[in-house]
C-alpha cells in the first residue's frame, strides 16, 4: 500500500499539498483527476522520491517494483533500434543474463562440490529471470509496439530515428511490458490516436497489480478505474468509486461544502458584527469577550472550489447558409509529388452536421482538414464551397503561435480590425474575459484559456462552418466537457480531429476514417463506426452504408476492436463439424463469463452502496478490501471475456 501521512509541498508561494493524508491499497486502480497544476504530476514525484515533502511522510512496502510513464520522455541509454530500447524495460535483467552466460561457460570446467554450486546458483538465476519475464519479454514489446501503432518493419530502426511522439510511444511500452507492481501513468493517452487509446485501454484492463492513472480522458478512466483521488486547493479527496460515482460523489460534496461555507461565513459576520458594535461599551465587556472567544473557536471553512473557467463557452449561432457546406470531388494531395498521403478522395459534408475525422496518426487527418480550410492546395481534384458557406479554422498549433506580449484584445482585433473595440470586448466577454482581463498578455494564459482566446478570434469573424485540429490539447476533463456540450448545441457544421474517445462519442454524429490515402463514410456516431468497422475486418465486403473515395474493400487497415484474424478456408465435413463443436463451447464459455460478470456487478453495487451509506457501524476498511478484491476479479472475467468476443468475432 502507499501512504500519504500529512504531507505538504510548496513550491515557491504556491502551496500544492497542504497537510494532506490518504491511503492507496495494494490492487486498486485509482484515478487521479483534478485541475492542471493541482499537483497530480507531483504525487507520483513524491512517491517515487523524484522530489521530498516539505513536511510528513511518504510510505511504501520495501521492493515494491514501480514503473513510472512521465508526461516528458525521460533520458535514457538511447542507442539502439525502438526494439531493443522497450526491451530494456527491467534493468537487472540484463546483469542476470549475463550471469547466467558466465556460469554457463564456467560449469564446462567445473566439477564436484563447485560445480554443484554454481548449477545450483545457475537454478537460482533463471527462476529469477522468469519470474521477471525475461524469457518473454521480446514477444511481449513485440505486441505492444504493434498494439500502439509501430510497424514489424519498424523495430530494428534507431529509436532516435523517431519523433518525440512515437519515442512517448515506445517509453510507454517499456513500461508496460516490465510488469512492476505499482503502474503509474501521468496522460498516457496524450500522445495516442485513437485505435492506440483503444489498445490501451485493453491492455491496461488485463493489470492486476496497483495501478495510479492521472488522465483527462473519460473514457480511459471510466472504463479502468475503481477508485478516484480528487487533488485540488492543496486538498486531495479520495473517493470509493470510479469517475462516474466521483462526479455524483463530487456535486454532493460540494454542496455540502457550499451550505457549510455558507454557514460559517454567516456566523462570523454575526460575531464580528456584535463585537464592533458593542465593543467600545463597557456594560456589553463581558459579552464582547465571550464573542470574541467564539471567533477565536469558530472552525474555519474553506470556500469550494470555483467551478472551470471554460464552463464559459458559448458558441455565438452560426450565420445563414445554405443545405450543401462542402463538396469534395477525386480530390488527390501529396507533399512531395511522390507519395499521395489522400487520393481520389470524394465528400459531401451537409449542414449541422458534426464529423469527427479517426484514423492511425500518419495517415493524413490533419492534411485532410488543412485541405477542407483551404490552408493546402490539392494536385488534383475540386473543392467546392456552399451557398454564403464561411469558414473558421483552427490549427493544431495556434496556442503555440500566439504572439505572448500581445494583449488578448489585439490578438482578437487583429483578425478583424473593423469591428470596434467596445463589440471586441463582448465578444471576449462571451467567451470568459471579461472587464480588463482583456488586458491580459497571451504568454500567461493557461491551455483552457488559450483554446477559448482561439474561439474568439474564430468568432469575431463569425462563421458556420468550424474545422478545429486537436481542440482539446491542453484542456481539463471539466474543459473537455465544456467544448463538448457547446459543439454538440452548435447550429453550424463542424468538423475536427481528437485522440479522445469520450469527446469523439459525445460531438461527433459522423465518422470519417482516414486510411491508405482513402476515407471512408459512416453517417452515425463512434459506437457505429466502431460496429461497421467490425463488420468491415470480418465480412467479405464493404458494407454498403458505407461511402467514401478509393475505399478498399479487400484491404482494411487496422481498427479499434479488431483482432488479426486468418482467412477463412474450405474443410473437410469432419473437420466442419469438430469446428463448430469447439464454437459451440467457446459460446457457451463466453454466457458463463458474462453470468459470472452480472453476479459480480450486483455485489459491487451493494458495496458501493453501503460504501456511501455513511453508516457509522460498518467496517468500512473490511468493505472496501471486499470490494477491491470483486473489482479485480470482475476486470480479470470482462478481460477474459473480451478476449473470447475477440476469438469468436462476437
Not at 586 to 594: F, I, P, R, V, Y
Request: glycine share 8%.
Amino acid at each position: 500500500m502507499i501512504d500519504f501521512i500529512q504531507v505538504s509541498k510548496r513550491f515557491g508561494t504556491q502551496e500544492v499539498l497542504d497537510k494532506v493524508s490518504f491511503r492507496v491499497n495494494a490492487g486498486e486502480h485509482v484515478g487521479v483527476v483534478g485541475p492542471n497544476g493541482a499537483g497530480k504530476s507531483t504525487i507520483f514525484s513524491l512517491i517515487t522520491d523524484e522530489l521530498s515533502t516539505d513536511s510528513g511522510e511518504v510510505s511504501l512496502p520495501k521492493n515494491v517494483r514501480i514503473g513510472h510513464l512521465h508526461q516528458q520522455l525521460h533520458a535514457h541509454a538511447q542507442d539502439g533500434s525502438v526494439l531493443d530500447y522497450t526491451t530494456n524495460a527491467i534493468p537487472e535483467l540484463k546483469t542476470i543474463e549475463a550471469e547466467i552466460y558466465k556460469l554457463e561457460h564456467d560449469l564446462l570446467e567445473a566439477s564436484g562440490a563447485e560445480q554443484e554450486h554454481k548449477l545450483h546458483r545457475l537454478g537460482d538465476l533463471q527462476h529469477d529471470f522468469e519470474h521477471l519475464g525475461g524469457y518473454d519479454m521480446k514477444a511481449r514489446a513485440e505486441a505492444a509496439l504493434s498494439g500502439l501503432g509501430f510497424k514489424e518493419s519498424e523495430f530494428g530502426n534507431p529509436f532516435r530515428s523517431f519523433s518525440g511522439g512515437w519515442q512517448m510511444r515506445a517509453e510507454l511500452v517499456r513500461t508496460l511490458i516490465a510488469q512492476p507492481d505499482v503502474l503509474m501513468l501521468d496522460e498516457p493517452s496524450n500522445y495516442l490516436d485513437l485505435p492506440a487509446v483503444e489498445w490501451l485501454q485493453r491492455f491496461l484492463r488485463g493489470f492486476d497489480g496497483t495501478m495510479l492513472l492521472i488522465s483527462h480522458d473519460r473514457y480511459l478512466l471510466e472504463s479502468l478505474t475503481d477508485r478516484t483521488l480528487e487533488i485540488s486547493g492543496g486538498r486531495v479527496v479520495k473517493y470509493t468509486g470510479g469517475y462516474t460515482y466521483y462526479l455524483k460523489e463530487r456535486e454532493q460534496r460540494h454542496a455540502q461544502q457550499a451550505a457549510a461555507y455558507r454557514n460559517y461565513v454567516e456566523q462570523k459576520e454575526h460575531l464580528e458584527r456584535f463585537i464592533n458594535r458593542f465593543r467600545a461599551k463597557a456594560s456589553k465587556a463581558s459579552l464582547v469577550q465571550s464573542r470574541i472567544k467564539m471567533l477565536e473557536k469558530l472552525d474555519v471553512v474553506r470556500q469550494p472550489a470555483s467551478g472551470n473557467s471554460l464552463s464559459k463557452l458559448r458558441i455565438p449561432p452560426p450565420p445563414h447558409c445554405g443545405a450543401q457546406i462542402m463538396s469534395v470531388d477525386n480530390m488527390s494531395f501529396s507533399y512531395d509529388e511522390q507519395r499521395w498521403i489522400l487520393r481520389d478522395v470524394s465528400l459531401d459534408i451537409g449542414h449541422g452536421q458534426k464529423i469527427a475525422l479517426v484514423g492511425f496518426n500518419g495517415m493524413g487527418k490533419t492534411t485532410l482538414l488543412r485541405v477542407l480550410a483551404g490552408a493546402l492546395t490539392p494536385q488534383e481534384g475540386t473543392l467546392r464551397m456552399g451557398h454564403k458557406v464561411v469558414l473558421g479554422y483552427q490549427s493544431q498549433d495556434f496556442a503555440e503561435t500566439m504572439p505572448p506580449n500581445q494583449t488578448l484584445l489585439e490578438i482578437v482585433r487583429s483578425a478583424n480590425s473593423a469591428v470596434q473595440e467596445r463589440d471586441v470586448r463582448g465578444l471576449l466577454g462571451s467567451f470568459g474575459f471579461p472587464g480588463d482581463a482583456v488586458n491580459k498578455r497571451s504568454g500567461v494564459l493557461s491551455g483552457g484559456e488559450k483554446i477559448r482566446l482561439a474561439f474568439a478570434r474564430i468568432f469575431i469573424n463569425p462563421p458556420n462552418f468550424l474545422l478545429l485540429d486537436e481542440p482539446t490539447t491542453n484542456l481539463d476533463i471539466q474543459g473537455r466537457e465544456a467544448l463538448e456540450n457547446a459543439i454538440r448545441d452548435y447550429k453550424g457544421t463542424v468538423c475536427f480531429v481528437s485522440h479522445d474517445v469520450a469527446f469523439v462519442r459525445g460531438a461527433a454524429d459522423h465518422i470519417i476514417s482516414v486510411a491508405d490515402t482513402a476515407v471512408t463514410e459512416f453517417p452515425g456516431g463512434y459506437d457505429y463506426y466502431l460496429e461497421k468497422m467490425g463488420q468491415l475486418e470480418t465480412g467479405p465486403e464493404v458494407s454498403g452504408s458505407a461511402k467514401g473515395g478509393n475505399v478498399k474493400s479487400q484491404k482494411s487497415s487496422p481498427t479499434l476492436n479488431s483482432v488479426a484474424q486468418a482467412p477463412v478456408l474450405s474443410v473437410n465435413p469432419k473437420e466442419a463439424r469438430r469446428l463448430r463443436a469447439l464454437e459451440r463451447e467457446a459460446q457457451q464459455s463466453l454466457k458463463k463469463l458474462e453470468t459470472e460478470m452480472h453476479k459480480l456487478q450486483a455485489e459491487q453495487q451493494v458495496l458501493n452502496e453501503q460504501m456511501a451509506s455513511g453508516d457509522p457501524d460498518l467496517d468500512y476498511a473490511a468493505l472496501g478490501i471486499q470490494l477491491a478484491q470483486i473489482n479485480k476479479k470482475l476486470n480479470a472475467a470482462e478481460a477474459h471475456w473480451l478476449e473470447e468476443a475477440d476469438r469468436l468475432g462476437a
